[in-house]
C-alpha cells in the first residue's frame, strides 16, 4: 500500500519545508517527475529505499514524522532527523552557542560566538546579556561589522549583518520570535563555505557552496550553487575538521559547514544533526545514487 501524504499544512513553520517539492526521482532516466503518491520528494526517497529493505514506512503528524517498523522495532526520522544520534548531541549541534562552547572548548576551530537573551529574560544567566546596548558594545569591538543570529535556526533565517547600532533592536525583535537565544558572531570575509556531511566518523559527501551575485548567505536556500570539492589536501584538512566536530559532539549523522576565510583560515560555521541534502540533489541530479546511499546506510544503521 502505498503511504498517505496528509491534506494539511505542516503544523511547525520552524522545520525545512521539504513539503513544497512534490517530485520523485527516475533512476533510469536521471531526471525529476511529480510524485503520484503526493509525497515530497525527500519522502519518497526514503520511500523507496524502505521499500527496498523491507521496512515498514508510516507518515505521521503531518508528514513530519516518519516510523519505520522492521521486525517489531520501531525507528523514526523527525523532519531531517535520524533516530541514530544521542538526542543531547542533537541537543547541542541545535543550539549554535552550545555547540561553540563544546568546540571551543577542545580547540576546534570555529567562528567566535556570544551569546545573549531577550530582554523580557531576567533570569541570572542572562544578566548583562539581555539589552541592545550589550550588542552594541559588541558590535563596537568588532569593527562595527557583525552578524546576529538565531541560536536556534536554519537555512539563513533570521542571519543578520549588524553595521550600525540602530538595526539592533529590530534584529534581535525578529530573532527573539523564533529562538530562545542569539548569538553574535564578528563578519567574516569568506572566500567559501564546505558542507560534510558525515555518518560515523566517515565523510559521504563534501561540496562547495558559493553564493549567486548579491546574495552574502552561502545557504542553497537563499541562492547558492553547490559543486564538487576536486582538491584532494583541501578535502582531507576539512574532513579532519568536521570529523573532530562529530567525534567531539559525539554525533554519529550529521552535516558540519567549514567556511574558508580571506585569511585562509579555516573554521566551522555550524554543525547540523538534521541532513539535508535535498537542494544540493536538485542541482545535481547525477548524485542520486550516492545520496541515496547515504539515507539507506543511515536508516540501516537505526536497527543494527
Ligand atoms: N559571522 C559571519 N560572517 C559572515 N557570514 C556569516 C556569518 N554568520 C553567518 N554567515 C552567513 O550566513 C549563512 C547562514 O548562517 P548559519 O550560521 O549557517 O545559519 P543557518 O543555520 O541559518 O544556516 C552562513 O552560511 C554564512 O554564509
Ligand atoms: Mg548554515
Same mark, same amino acid.
Request: hydrophobic fraction near 40%.
Given at each position: 500500500?502505498?503511504? *498517505?501524504?496528509?491534506? /494539511?499544512? &505542516?503544523?511547525?513553520?520552524?522545520? &525545512?519545508?521539504?513539503?513544497?517539492?512534490?517530485?520523485?526521482?527516475?533512476?533510469?532516466?536521471?531526471?525529476?517527475?511529480?510524485?503520484?503518491?503526493?509525497?515530497?520528494?525527500?519522502?519518497?526517497?526514503?520511500?523507496?529505499?524502505? *521499500?527496498? #529493505?523491507?521496512?515498514? /514506512?508510516?507518515?505521521?503528524?503531518?508528514?513530519?514524522?516518519?516510523?519505520?517498523?522492521?521486525?517489531?522495532?520501531?525507528?523514526?526520522?523527525?523532519?531531517?532527523?535520524?533516530?541514530?544520534?544521542?538526542?543531547?548531541?542533537?541537543?547541542?549541534?541545535?543550539?549554535?552557542?552550545?555547540?561553540?562552547?563544546?568546540?571551543?572548548?577542545?580547540?576546534?576551530?570555529?567562528?567566535?560566538?556570544?551569546?545573549?537573551?531577550?530582554?523580557?529574560?531576567?533570569? &541570572?544567566?542572562?544578566?548583562?546579556?539581555?539589552?541592545?546596548?550589550?550588542?552594541?558594545?559588541?558590535?563596537?569591538?568588532?569593527?562595527?561589522?557583525?552578524?546576529?543570529?538565531?541560536?536556534?535556526?536554519?537555512?539563513?533565517?533570521?542571519?543578520?549583518?549588524?553595521?550600525?547600532?540602530?538595526?539592533?533592536?529590530?534584529?534581535?525583535?525578529?530573532?527573539?520570535?523564533?529562538?530562545?537565544?542569539?548569538? =553574535?558572531?564578528?563578519?567574516?570575509?569568506?572566500?567559501?563555505?564546505?558542507?560534510?556531511?558525515?555518518?560515523?566518523?566517515? &565523510?559521504?559527501?563534501?561540496?562547495?557552496?558559493?553564493?549567486?551575485?548579491?546574495?552574502?548567505?552561502?545557504?542553497?536556500?537563499?541562492?547558492?550553487?553547490?559543486?564538487?570539492?576536486?582538491?584532494?589536501?583541501?578535502?582531507?584538512?576539512?574532513?579532519?575538521?568536521?570529523?573532530?566536530?562529530?567525534?567531539?559532539?559525539?554525533?554519529? /549523522?550529521?552535516?558540519?559547514?567549514?567556511? #574558508?576565510?580571506?585569511?585562509?583560515? /579555516?573554521?566551522? =560555521?555550524?554543525?547540523?544533526?538534521?541532513?539535508?541534502?535535498?537542494?544540493?540533489?536538485?542541482?545535481?541530479? #547525477?548524485?542520486?545514487?550516492?545520496?541515496?546511499?547515504?539515507?539507506?546506510?543511515?536508516?540501516?544503521?537505526?536497527?543494527?
Amino acid at each position: 500500500m502505498k503511504p *498517505q501524504s496528509s491534506k /494539511f499544512k &505542516p503544523r511547525n513553520t520552524h522545520l &525545512p519545508d521539504f513539503h513544497n517539492d512534490f517530485q520523485l526521482f527516475d533512476d533510469k532516466n536521471q531526471t525529476f517527475f511529480p510524485h503520484e503518491t503526493g509525497l515530497s520528494f525527500y519522502c519518497s526517497i526514503l520511500y523507496q529505499i524502505c *521499500q527496498e #529493505e523491507n521496512i515498514d /514506512f508510516v507518515l505521521l503528524s503531518d508528514d513530519w514524522l516518519i516510523k519505520l517498523t522492521q521486525n517489531h522495532q520501531n525507528r523514526y526520522i523527525f523532519g531531517y532527523k535520524f533516530g541514530i544520534n544521542d538526542q543531547t548531541a542533537g541537543q547541542i549541534a541545535d543550539d549554535k552557542y552550545a555547540t561553540y562552547d563544546a568546540l571551543r572548548h577542545v580547540n576546534i576551530p570555529i567562528i567566535e560566538h556570544a551569546v545573549c537573551y531577550d530582554k523580557t529574560n531576567k533570569k &541570572p544567566y542572562a544578566k548583562n546579556r539581555n539589552t541592545a546596548s550589550y550588542v552594541a558594545e559588541y558590535l563596537h569591538a568588532h569593527a562595527d561589522h557583525i552578524v546576529l543570529k538565531p541560536s536556534a535556526g536554519t537555512c539563513g533565517q533570521g542571519v543578520q549583518q549588524i553595521t550600525r547600532e540602530l538595526e539592533i533592536p529590530y534584529a534581535l525583535e525578529k530573532i527573539f520570535h523564533q529562538s530562545f537565544s542569539a548569538v =553574535m558572531c564578528p563578519f567574516y570575509h569568506i572566500l567559501a563555505e564546505y558542507r560534510i556531511v558525515i555518518l560515523d566518523n566517515l &565523510p559521504r559527501l563534501i561540496y562547495k557552496k558559493t553564493p549567486t551575485a548579491n546574495q552574502w548567505k552561502f545557504n542553497l536556500k537563499t541562492g547558492a550553487l553547490a559543486e564538487d570539492v576536486q582538491d584532494e589536501d583541501l578535502k582531507q584538512k576539512i574532513t579532519q575538521i568536521a570529523i573532530a566536530a562529530a567525534q567531539t559532539l559525539n554525533l554519529r /549523522f550529521c552535516s558540519v559547514d567549514i567556511i #574558508e576565510t580571506t585569511a585562509h583560515d /579555516f573554521l566551522i =560555521m555550524e554543525v547540523n544533526s538534521g541532513v539535508m541534502i535535498r537542494r544540493f540533489l536538485k542541482q545535481h541530479p #547525477e548524485k542520486y545514487p550516492l545520496v541515496k546511499q547515504i539515507y539507506r546506510d543511515a536508516i540501516l544503521k537505526m536497527f543494527v
